[in-house]
């Protein structure tokens, strides 16, 4: 039901723009989040953005570089990321869900993913 779109490859330091779409969900009643995965890695949280009030939270690994946004009209959240490291290599995925404020971060709070979307940044 989410589509995540804008992965690509890209030198250390430069940028990209996810974006996650979805013609079924109302986004404006979910938290939205991205969680990213590195090969032979965990899932992991990203950056989250709350359906009530619309606050932030990154992951202490990206803050300060990454920035999620959502636009409720269309249904989309991106994810600008800049100042990409090679660290930074995963697939990245979008995710919707109701968490309460203390488990923001916490994947199995979140019930729709999309299927994914692979950023390669190169050193």
């Given at each position: 039901?989410?589509?995540?779109?804008?992965?690509?490859?890209?030198?250390?330091g430069?940028?990209?723009?996810l974006?996650?779409?979805?013609?079924?969900?109302t986004?404006s009643?979910y938290?939205?989040a991205?969680?990213?995965?590195?090969?032979?890695?965990?899932?992991?949280?990203?950056a989250?953005?709350?359906?009530?009030?619309?606050?932030?939270?990154?992951?202490?690994?990206?803050?300060d570089?990454?920035?999620?946004?959502?636009?409720?009209?269309?249904?989309?959240?991106?994810?600008?990321?800049?100042?990409?490291k090679?660290?930074d290599?995963a697939?990245?995925?979008?995710?919707?869900?109701?968490?309460?404020?203390?488990?923001?971060?916490t994947?199995?709070?979140?019930?729709?993913w999309?299927?994914?979307?692979l950023?390669?940044?190169?050193?």
């Amino acid at each position: 039901q989410l589509q995540a779109s804008g992965g690509g490859l890209v030198q250390a330091g430069g940028s990209l723009k996810l974006s996650c779409a979805s013609s079924t969900l109302t986004f404006s009643s979910y938290t939205m989040a991205w969680f990213r995965q590195a090969p032979g890695k965990e899932r992991e949280f990203v950056a989250a953005i709350r359906w009530h009030g619309g606050s932030t939270r990154y992951a202490d690994s990206v803050k300060d570089r990454f920035t999620i946004s959502r636009e409720n009209a269309k249904n989309t959240v991106h994810l600008q990321m800049n100042s990409l490291k090679p660290e930074d290599t995963a697939v990245y995925y979008c995710a919707a869900g109701r968490p309460i404020t203390s488990e923001t971060m916490t994947r199995s709070m979140y019930y729709y993913w999309g299927q994914g979307t692979l950023v390669t940044v190169s050193s």
